[in-house]
RNA sequence: GUGGAUAUGGCGAAGCGGUUAACGCACCGGAUUGUGGCUCCGGCACGCAUGGGUUCGAUCCCCAUUAUCCACCCCA
């Protein structure tokens, strides 16, 4: 079907562009103030970034990616997120040789093939951060804290930060080893993906959401349990960073990032009112992530959040962004002798910066004021008729319907100095 | 990939075997001839997702397909 968009994508019109400015301005202007500078990597990657960065046992490795081979024989994959593209910039442009830390936020579309639902959508945006250089907890706290702005700042409310560490290399194989002994009992009991889980990657159980799972997970060990000293520490002082920064918190020992590159804090925003995918924003920090994909080990923490899903909640809870400004001036024609009068003006109070509108459909006055109101037009002039001969316009208040005789030479300037610009 | 619901004009929606396919919003035009927002009048679906079937006859019944929505898996 020629007039039919591909499944699980958007198409967002004027109307909603001008929210989605909105919030990318908000965005740009709190990264700004806190030192993140924009990255733009490619749309589209090598396969492998992806099978390396993400983790081949994901669901979005095995089943999401939207991989093609293109003309040349490459095997390229349309991101399903920005964070493996963002190591990759890092490593590639050797920003690891610069001043640390190195702050970077992106936004823009990301891919992935799943069925559509409430906030799910096969082509997605997302803006993330990522912090590279700094192994300190300051850095934790801190991109939770961009995130946590942004949200303030928007008057969301109900969202609830759920916080969790998932220990490091040195005491995850503990924990992972305690976690399979303390299940094994139950092993052949376990939902089929979870007997998978078990071997590969068996804390990814712990955040099951079949019921049967969760019973067997009564009583079981904790990530945090086994936490070794040194992340137990930086993650008691992640949670001194969030009290200061009063940034409320809940800890939920059943979040976890599976993959072993996935080191100490993960963290997620949930905002339950905008239906079952209830994230708004799901970061941690990864600091075997440089490492895996060839660089020089660096730690690293980020995250990304969703901007569709920012509008659910924006609508769920009824809130407006302001609204953009109509026309400064309408430009009416009274007859077609005055067309080309009317266009001149127009430019020349575009040239001095207003915004002008005028009659490209040849409509009647009428109409044409018609339009002007849709518009929102500040003033319409109105130009023609018996004014024209004595060099002169209407100027029109839209709002108080007050009309006065203008000199056409003069009108410019007058309209700038009313409209104070 | 699995399950459920839905599919009538630009949008919302009535009709549910035989009707000129309501109505509201939006849009367009007009209301004694140079003017908007209110009001009034008029216009706007040869067709009811697509393809089959049942029937004298189908938007309305049956089947398939596709799409949308919601949920599962999982994630933003």
């Given amino acids: 079907m020629l007039t039919k968009r591909p499944r699980g994508t958007n198409d967002f019109l004027p109307e909603d562009t001008a929210k989605w400015q909105y919030i990318e301005k908000l965005l740009r202007e709190i990264c700004r103030q806190f030192g993140y500078a924009e990255l733009r990597t490619p749309?589209?990657?090598?396969?492998?970034?992806?099978?390396r960065g993400v983790g081949d046992t994901t669901d979005?490795?095995?089943?999401?990616?939207?991989?093609?081979?293109?003309?040349?024989?490459?095997?390229?994959?349309?991101?399903?997120?920005?964070?493996?593209?963002?190591?990759?910039?890092?490593?590639?442009?050797?920003?690891?040789?610069?001043?640390?830390?190195?702050?970077?936020?992106?936004?823009?579309?990301?891919?992935?093939?799943?069925?559509?639902?409430?906030?799910?959508?096969?082509?997605?945006?997302?803006?993330?951060?990522?912090?590279?250089g700094p192994a300190s907890p300051a850095a934790d706290a801190?991109?939770?804290?961009?995130?946590?702005?942004?949200?303030?700042?928007?008057?969301?409310?109900?969202?609830?930060?759920?916080?969790?560490?998932?220990?490091?290399?040195?005491?995850?194989?503990?924990y992972r080893q305690a976690l399979q002994d303390f299940l094994r009992p139950h092993l052949l009991e376990l939902c089929p993906t979870c007997q998978e889980?078990?071997?590969?990657?068996?804390?990814?159980?712990?955040?099951?959401?079949?019921?049967?799972?969760?019973?067997?997970?009564?009583?079981?060990?904790?990530?945090?349990?086994?936490?070794?000293?040194?992340?137990?520490?930086?993650?008691?002082?992640?949670?001194?960073?969030?009290?200061?920064?009063?940034?409320?918190?809940?800890?939920?020992?059943?979040?976890?990032?599976?993959?072993?590159?996935?080191?100490?804090?993960?963290?997620?925003?949930?905002?339950?009112d905008i239906g079952a995918q209830s994230a708004v924003c799901g970061g941690g920090r990864y600091n075997g992530l440089v490492e895996e994909l060839g660089g020089k080990a660096t730690p690293?923490?980020?995250?990304?959040?969703?901007?569709?899903?920012?509008?659910?909640?924006?609508t769920a809870q009824k809130l407006a962004l302001p609204e953009q400004p109509g026309l400064d001036v309408f430009v009416a024609v009274l007859d077609k002798?005055?067309?080309?009068?009317?266009f001149q003006l127009a430019c020349n109070l575009r040239q001095s910066g207003l915004a002008a509108g005028y009659d490209t459909m040849e409509r009647s006055l009428k109409a044409q004021f018609k339009y002007a109101d849709s518009q929102r037009a500040a003033y319409t002039l109105l130009v023609g008729g018996e004014?024209?001969?004595?060099?002169?316009?209407?100027?029109?208040?839209?709002q108080s319907s007050e009309q006065t005789e203008q000199s056409i030479n003069e009108i410019v300037a007058i309209l700038k100095e009313k409209l104070a610009k």
């Fill in 197 to 272: 889980r078990f071997e590969k990657n068996p804390l990814r159980i712990l955040d099951c959401k079949n019921p049967q799972c969760q019973q067997f997970l009564q009583g079981a060990p904790t990530t945090l349990d086994a936490l070794c000293d040194e992340c137990h520490e930086h993650f008691e002082a992640v949670q001194s960073y969030l009290h200061a920064a009063a940034i409320p918190y809940r800890l939920n020992t059943k979040l976890v990032r599976g993959l072993d590159y996935y080191t100490n804090t993960a963290f997620e925003i949930l905002l339950s």
């Fill in 387 to 398: 004014e024209l001969t004595r060099d002169s316009v209407v100027l029109r208040d839209m």
């Fill in 142 to 174: 801190e991109v939770i804290a961009l995130a946590w702005e942004f949200y303030r700042r928007l008057g969301l409310k109900n969202l609830e930060l759920n916080l969790n560490s998932v220990g490091c290399p040195n005491c995850r194989p503990a």
């Fill in 43 to 51: 749309i589209f990657e090598e396969t492998a970034l992806f099978l």
């Fill in 60 to 132: 979005i490795v095995q089943k999401e990616m939207y991989t093609f081979e293109d003309t040349g024989g490459r095997s390229l994959t349309l991101r399903p997120e920005n964070t493996a593209s963002a190591v990759r910039a890092y490593v590639e442009n050797k920003l690891f040789a610069g001043q640390q830390p190195v702050r970077l936020f992106y936004m823009g579309p990301m891919f992935r093939y799943e069925r559509p639902q409430a906030g799910r959508f096969r082509q997605f945006h997302q803006f993330g951060v990522e912090c590279f």
């Fill in 300 to 314: 690293g923490v980020g995250f990304a959040l969703g901007m569709e899903r920012v509008f659910s909640a924006l």
């Fill in 337 to 342: 002798q005055a067309q080309t009068m009317a």
